[in-house]
T-cell receptor, first 112, second 114 residues
Framework: SQQGEEDPQALSIQEGENATMNCSYK?????LQWYRQNSGRGLVHLIL?????REKHSGRLRVTLDTSKKSSSLLITASRAADTASYFC????????????FGAGTRLFVKA | DGGITQSPKYLFRKEGQNVTLSCEQN?????MYWYRQDPGQGLRLIYY???????QKGDIAEGYSVSREKKESFPLTVTSAQKNPTAFYLC?????????????FGPGTRLTVL
């Protein structure tokens, strides 16, 4: 099964609201990344958080990591219609070799 | 412009045919990857290469083949042995094949079997 699992599977909000997506994983990790995918396109890297970090910010993005709960969250503040996309967490693990393992993603729809 | 390109964008294949998907990068990255994405799902690793002339099977390599003769290029062949090849294929690269390295993705190739 996949290492990272996002929750919820889909999220619909109004423009200006905040969007929170969660990711849970099973084994120990070196880092966790969040990627964004617009429909029918490739993935774009958003942010990386290392296992010894608890929180990281980048513009309107805020990522938290709780290694004791094996979970991470991505918060997008003041969402815009252009934020409509799928968001994936990806874990780089200590186990399983070098592979980065992607979750199934959260589909975010921001209504204008 | 630095980046990673894939061609073609759309590809149609008849059953029993082999097809090759192109992936080129000019980022001077050592590592390259091929993923398959099915509708509403995440990415599954097909093959990866950490260095020229070397590649390793990922989680779903059966029915696929790759080569890495040049640092810039990592073509993927979908063979007739792949029973359900209709999917979106994504190529990616990273500076090195380290654990959890940031990956840079191409725009993808959508393969449809007729």
């Amino acid at each position: 099964s996949q290492q990272g699992e996002e929750d919820p599977q889909a999220l619909s909000i109004q423009e200006g609201e905040n969007a929170t997506m969660n990711c849970s994983y099973k084994t120990s990790i070196n880092n966790l990344q969040w990627y964004r995918q617009n429909s029918g396109r490739g993935l774009v890297h958003l942010i990386l958080i290392r296992s010894n970090e608890r929180e990281k910010h980048s513009g309107r993005l805020r990522v938290t990591l709780d290694t004791s709960k094996k979970s991470s969250s991505l918060l997008i503040t003041a969402s815009r219609a252009a934020d409509t996309a799928s968001y994936f967490c990806a874990t780089g693990g200590n186990t399983g070799g070098f592979k980065t393992i992607f979750g199934a993603g959260t589909r975010l729809f921001v209504k204008a | 412009d630095g980046g990673i390109t894939q061609s073609p964008k759309y590809l149609f294949r008849k059953e029993g045919q082999n097809v090759t998907l192109s992936c080129e990068q000019n980022l001077n990255h050592d590592a390259m990857y091929w993923y398959r994405q099915d509708p509403g799902q995440g990415l599954r690793l097909i093959y990866y290469s950490q260095i020229v002339n070397d590649f390793q099977k990922g989680d779903i390599a059966e029915g696929y083949s790759v080569s890495r003769e040049k640092k810039e290029s990592f073509p993927l062949t979908v063979t007739s042995a792949q029973k359900n090849p209709t999917a979106f294929y994504l190529c990616a690269s990273s500076i090195a094949g380290g654990i959890g390295d940031t990956q840079y993705f191409g725009p993808g190739t959508r393969l449809t079997v007729l």
